[in-house]
């Protein structure tokens, strides 16, 4: 617990803004670990609100081609019971956004239950909004149809099939849906797939702060500490006025600076100015970071451009299946050659397959030489010296997973034991386990990079209640 | 002549969403910054070149505030393809390092 003294010092001693919403974001990403006396401090300091991102598509789009979250279910449960005792405790609302990474009805329903179980754990009874944003290709289709939905860049128009192919296709839902569920009465609300931002921005939006302002702050504490000095160590409290906000970290050792938040407009943004987000567009090109005291950061100058309300849209399909082989090798004359080497396995190895499993059958073989260019794939510039050693990875794709591993195993000897040139002895790579094949599994895809124009931010959006109180 | 590593303190590149990578090119003062802001020598070709990007698609934005260049562009190929080597493409900053700017 902080001393009494110090947090006195610091809830008194600095320039507020006037009727500035607190919201406390304890964590980046749900699950990764928050602590309860950085929540206690947000509290403290007179949080509205706690909120935070569960969610994510940079980790690849297998969790949402299968619907299932990247992070444990010991790990999301912990920071629920932290999250939902403090937030009891204190009054306010917990809001949580793209459950389960990446927001299917599935993953919320996940959290949902995760949720039910720490309310009877802790013994309270809180009413909870779930908010659902997956889609069905069929209405889709429609609103295609329709001329509703609109590529972004690289991707052309959408295609039935494109839509047909997804095993999942989910909504990027803005903060209406969220702000609906807190004046409904809700406690906790858990969201399906949600802009980062939308979330944290929700109360602010709800209670009258600058819109500017509030989705700036938001895009800022989107990923938690990672707009600190210190990003290991925890999250940050945001203070959103009409027109200027304050970062503020959670821990008081840590620091916002005005290089540390701005420069968090540069991150996985491929645009650091403008941002598009459901029912308008940020822009912080105007923005003027300063320092209110030596750990928080004050901005001001941030803009908001109302739009036609659109929705992003995600969807993610099931592709072929790969099998890997790992050899190592430090034989001086293959380092020496590593190039040779290469085509010459690509070209043995494809022989193989085609030979075992006819012509016609379908696959691809990659073959990957770490320590060399596995990373890139590119050619080495002539004069490189040879490495010390060299990883190979052998990748094969295939359309089951059977067929995939049965051609790694038909290439298995050759992979072992081909010779730099012919009429070598036959050599022996090192395999690192047996068997030396390993089913890797299906590869999955994204399809979408598309919007879709809707009335408003609820027209694709389902609301479902869970009263803890009624079932007590 | 000078390459992007002798006036960068920091080169980085990340996706930015499935379909883009973005690269930042932190420079090592106000004075490189300033005279490296507008070169040629990181058009779209060089990422079409080093990349397989359609250079039409590339965007450059310049933060003053930060000294810094953010160059963006579509991946060749979404994250998490067959071939993929790079699924964050945390790595893909590495070949720019060696570029000549002037």
Redesign the interface.
């Known amino acids: 617990m902080l001393g009494l003294q110090r947090m006195i010092e610091i809830m008194t001693d600095r320039d507020r803004l006037p009727g500035e919403i607190k919201i406390v974001v304890p964590t980046g990403m749900l699950g990764g670990g928050v602590h309860r006396n950085h929540v206690h401090y947000g509290i403290a300091c007179g949080a509205h609100a706690i909120a935070v991102d569960s969610g994510s598509?940079?980790?690849?789009?297998?969790y949402l081609a299968r619907g299932v979250s990247k992070t444990n279910r010991e790990s999301i449960k912990h920071d629920l019971e932290v999250l939902m005792s403090e937030a009891n405790r204190a009054g306010i609302p917990l809001l949580v956004g793209t459950c389960g990474t990446s927001g299917t009805d599935a993953g919320v329903d996940w959290t949902r239950d995760i949720a039910i179980e720490v309310a009877g754990e802790l013994g309270i009874t809180p009413k909870i909004a779930c908010l659902y944003s997956e889609q069905t290709p069929a209405e889709l289709i429609r609103k295609n149809r329709q001329g509703k939905i609109a590529p972004?860049?690289?991707?052309g128009p959408l295609t039935d099939s494109a839509l047909e192919s997804c095993e999942h296709i989910v909504a990027l839902m803005g903060p209406e849906p969220y702000m609906a569920a807190i004046a409904a009465g809700a406690d906790i609300v858990l969201g399906g797939r949600t802009t980062d931002t939308a979330v944290l921005a929700a109360i602010p939006l709800m209670k009258g702060a600058g819109a500017g302002a509030a989705w700036h702050a938001a895009k800022i504490a989107e990923c938690g500490g990672q707009c600190t000095v210190n990003p290991r160590r925890g999250g940050v409290l945001m203070r959103v006025g009409e027109d200027a906000f304050d970062v503020e970290p959670l821990d008081l050792g840590n620091q916002c600076s005005p290089?540390s938040v701005?420069?968090h407009l540069?991150?996985?943004?491929?645009?650091?100015?403008r941002l598009t987000e459901p029912g308008g567009v940020l822009d912080v090109s105007g923005a003027d970071?300063r320092w209110v005291d030596n750990r928080i950061t004050r901005v001001t100058g941030s803009k908001w451009e109302p739009m036609p309300y659109t929705m992003k849209l995600e969807g993610a399909r099931g592709?072929?299946f790969?099998t890997i082989m790992l050899i190592g090798i430090e034989d001086p004359e293959v380092l020496a050659n590593l190039d040779e080497f290469h085509d010459r396995m690509q070209r043995v190895l494809t022989d193989r397959i085609t030979k075992t499993f006819g012509p016609a059958v379908h696959f691809?073989l990659?073959l990957?030489l770490y320590g060399w260019n596995?990373?890139?794939?590119?050619p080495v510039p002539a004069g490189t010296p040879p490495p010390r050693d060299v990883g190979v990875m052998f990748?094969v794709?295939a359309p089951t997973q059977d067929l995939a591993n049965r051609m790694a195993k038909a290439c298995n000897p050759y992979f072992f034991h081909t010779p730099l040139r012919e009429g070598i002895e036959m050599p022996s790579y090192a395999f690192p386990f047996t068997p030396a094949e390993i089913p890797r599994g299906q590869?999955?895809?994204?399809v979408l990079?598309h919007v879709v124009h809707t009335h408003d931010g609820f027209e694709l959006v389902r609301t479902e209640w869970t009263d803890l109180a009624e079932k007590a | 002549m000078p390459k992007i590593r002798d006036v960068c303190r920091h080169v980085r590149s990340k996706n930015a969403g499935p379909f883009w990578v973005t690269v930042d090119f932190f420079f090592d003062s106000e004075e490189s910054f300033k005279r490296y802001r507008d070169t040629a020598a990181l058009g779209p070709e060089l990422f079409a070149h080093l990349f397989g990007t359609d250079a039409k698609l590339v965007k450059r934005v310049p933060v003053d505030r930060l000294h810094m260049i953010k160059i963006s562009y579509p991946r060749a190929h979404p994250q998490g393809w067959m071939r993929e080597r790079d699924m964050h493409a945390g790595q893909q900053f590495a070949r720019l390092l060696e570029v000549d700017i002037d």
Do not use: K
Not at chain 1, 152 to 155: E, F, H, V
Not at chain 1, 443 to 446: A, I, L, P, Q, S
């Open positions: 598509t940079d980790s690849g789009p297998s972004l860049p690289p991707l290089e701005s420069a540069l991150y996985e943004n491929s645009d650091p100015f970071y592709g072929d790969q691809d990659s990957r596995g990373t890139s794939g590119r990748v794709t590869v999955y895809e994204f990079n």
